[in-house]
């Protein structure tokens, strides 16, 4: 993903959380806030309660490539993804499905 989607200040992270806006199902949660540019900016971030490094950074990974197609979706939104550690017992169409499935809620909210 390119960086100019990247939500990268830790101020802004934490705008996002304490707004209380989010979305969630069993393997994520999405946190979200809507603003006037047509960029969209996203965080990524796994939860502490997955282990390993190489398994948090294979989840995000994971979670970038399925956002990047679908970039379109959240112009004029920031994003915050939590991935969950049921997240590892699924495979990547499931992610992706439930990922997108997700996205699609925040879309109808902001129209």
């Not at 993903?1 to 969630?24: D, F, P, Q, T």
């Not at 603003?35 to 989840?59: F, G, H």
């Amino acid at each position: 993903m390119n960086r100019k989607y990247c939500l990268k200040k830790s101020k802004e992270i934490e705008k996002l959380i304490k707004a209380r806006r989010s979305v969630g199902d069993h393997y994520y949660t999405v946190y979200y806030a809507f603003y006037n540019d047509l960029l969209p900016q996203i965080a990524v971030t796994a939860s502490k309660k997955i282990k390993t490094a190489a398994a948090k950074n294979y989840e995000k990974r994971v979670i970038r490539e399925i956002l990047r197609p679908s970039l379109f979706l959240l112009e004029g939104t920031k994003i915050l993804v939590v991935a969950k550690k049921a997240v590892k017992e699924i495979d990547f169409s499931e992610k992706k499905e439930r990922l997108l499935r997700l996205i699609k809620r925040i879309n109808k909210e902001k129209k």
